[in-house]
């Protein structure tokens, strides 16, 4: 899932090409996509693109006449931008917007219909449909230790509830708690005060990091197939099962659940503890390792 390093690199290429411009014809290819019906998505058409603005992971098309075209890319969902006269990719095409000097195409590969886009009125109706979590590169700290011990929860569910933080995801809530040192299932409410600002420290460094180094492969052209991942050369952790972890060279571990899969390193977060996962800890039980010395 693009998370908020991905989604700003998207929201200024695209800022570059359509800020100014009308949106000369909107097609809805895949009918799952769209999740709104008042305003008629047609009213998009002849619109000014005003700004282009990030809520969370969603990205915002704010046009005139006080209109929002929110888009959540979800897992799968990418962009791609499309020269005049050149055709959008065929299956996993779900809508197309056309500007006078290009495309934007909205992609999603796979069967899972997940993208979404809405059309909304007036700025009460976009803020009615933000989760509500803190920009987590402008929170100070302790703005950020009040979100973060609202409810006692493990840091990784913590980190990736878009009611709490804005923009992180599977990925870089990874990257973030090897970062900090901290095991992704310690609970928010016994976390030292001096953990909570680790973890505060590594979030304004691991996120300001990574939209910095994006920003700067992508300088002056858009994203291309592929690119946008949650699995990129440099990652600490995440991705990275059976790799040596970059500072301690223990390999690094995994807990699969779902369709999730969460990477740490038990010697730099759970003191050399392998952290049950759900399906093979359940099959192996006694077989399964419990430290890092037992992994061999």
């Not at 991905?6 to 570059?16: G, T």
């Not at 499309?82 to 909205?106: C, H, M, Q, W, Y």
């Not at 040192?181 to 505060?200: E, F, I, M, Q, W």
């Amino acid at each position: 899932m693009p998370e908020l390093p991905d989604i700003e690199v998207y929201r200024e290429a695209l800022r570059d090409r359509v800020c100014g411009r009308p949106i000369r014809r909107i097609r809805i290819i895949s009918p799952f996509l769209l999740r709104s019906v008042d305003p008629p998505i047609d009213m998009v058409e002849s619109k000014v693109v005003v700004d282009i603005c990030r809520q969370g992971k969603r990205i915002v098309f704010c046009l005139d006449a006080d209109l929002f075209l929110v888009l959540h890319l979800m897992i799968s969902g990418r962009l791609r931008w499309l020269d005049i006269d050149r055709k959008p990719p065929g299956r996993i095409t779900l809508a197309v917007l056309e500007f006078e000097n290009g495309s934007l195409a909205i992609t999603e590969a796979g069967t899972k219909k997940r993208a979404s886009l809405v059309l909304l009125r007036g700025p009460e109706a976009l803020g009615a449909g933000d989760p509500g979590g803190m920009e987590p590169l402008s929170a100070d700290l302790a703005e950020f230790a009040e979100a973060l011990r609202q409810e006692n929860r493990t840091l990784k569910r913590a980190l990736t509830d878009p009611r709490l933080f804005a923009g992180i995801g599977n990925a870089y809530s990874d990257e973030i708690l090897h970062a900090a040192g901290l095991s992704p299932v310690a609970r928010t409410k016994t976390l030292s005060d001096d953990a909570v600002r680790r973890l505060h420290e590594a979030t304004r460094q691991v996120l300001g990091d990574w939209t910095l180094r994006l920003r700067r492969q992508f300088a002056g052209r858009f994203p291309g197939v592929g690119e946008i991942t949650a699995f990129r050369e440099g990652f600490a952790a995440h991705g990275r099962f059976g790799k040596p972890c970059p500072r301690c060279g223990v390999k690094i571990q995994r807990i699969r659940y779902a369709e999730n899969e969460t990477n740490y390193c038990p010697g730099c977060q759970t003191e050399g503890r392998i952290l049950a996962d759900r399906s093979l800890s359940r099959l192996l039980r006694d077989d399964w390792p419990r430290s890092v010395e037992e992994l061999g």
